[in-house]
């Protein structure tokens, strides 16, 4: 193999110790093969994952996992990077991140199937997708029914953030730099939410400003032609 021997030729010549850590990255690549474990996809990523998707159109992805935490009243409040943990085990450190952020831990938590293991984090409650018991009232159904409403209206908001601020594709280096992107991402959905709920007031306003000075200017001209002495003419 043309690579390998490329490899070697490198070893051979170079210093030792220099370019170590590359080189140790060229020879586990070609050492690998399709059963091996912590596999590398991409020489100047090394840390970049294969997650299965379990779709039919698109049966896996490269990068890393997103957790974002949506509140009721349409803000992102946490927003963090993993590898390809369990689903389950990024929600405590998730929680944690809301919690520092905005300096309380929420209530409840409402999550689908993929984050079961635990029904209580801290002093937060998991709420999971399920079959009502018995000793759940009329009300507690109907209100995990419009919780789990409102939980899927985080699936629209997961694809303006890949489709409209970046996190498809990733252009920062490393596991930091994945968390930098996320992080501005987040802010920039919250950004974009709060300048279209204030585009139409702001636009009342400025219409109402408008209208005052185009009053004053009409008095100002009508003023200024009264004023004005008549040219008498002969």
């Not at 399709?34 to 698109?58: A, F, M, N």
């Not at 896996?60 to 009721?72: A, P, R």
């Not at 185009?214 to 004005?228: A, E, H, V």
Request: charged share 25%; hydrophobic share 40%; with cysteine.
């Amino acid at each position: 193999m043309i690579a390998g021997r490329l490899v070697r030729e490198l070893e051979r010549k170079l210093a030792a110790g220099l370019y170590a850590g590359e080189l140790a990255l060229f020879r586990q690549v070609l050492q690998q093969t399709r059963d091996s474990k912590k596999k590398i996809y991409s020489l100047h990523e090394p840390d970049v994952q294969c997650i299965s998707k379990g779709k039919e159109h698109k049966k896996y992805e490269f990068g890393n996992k997103v957790s974002i935490v949506y509140n009721v009243s349409g803000v992102i409040v946490g927003a963090m990077g993993f590898r390809n943990e369990y689903d389950g085990h990024t929600l405590e450190p998730a929680l944690q991140q809301v919690e520092m952020l905005t300096g309380k831990a929420p209530k409840t938590a409402t999550v689908d199937r993929g984050y079961r293991g635990k029904s209580i984090i801290g002093n937060t409650k998991i709420q999971l997708p399920g079959p009502f018991n018995s000793r759940q009232s009329r009300y507690e159904q109907q209100r995990l029914k419009k919780a789990h409403r409102k939980r899927a209206s985080i699936e629209p908001v997961i694809g303006h953030l890949k489709a409209d601020h970046r996190v498809n594709r990733n252009f920062h280096k490393g596991i930091f730099g994945d968390n930098i992107n996320i992080m501005l991402a987040a802010a920039a959905f919250n950004f974009k939410r709060m300048m279209n709920k204030w585009k139409k007031s702001f636009f009342v306003h400025l219409n109402y400003l408008m209208n005052s000075w185009l009053k004053i200017i009409d008095s100002w001209i009508l003023k200024m032609t009264i004023n004005q002495k008549p040219k008498m003419a002969f």
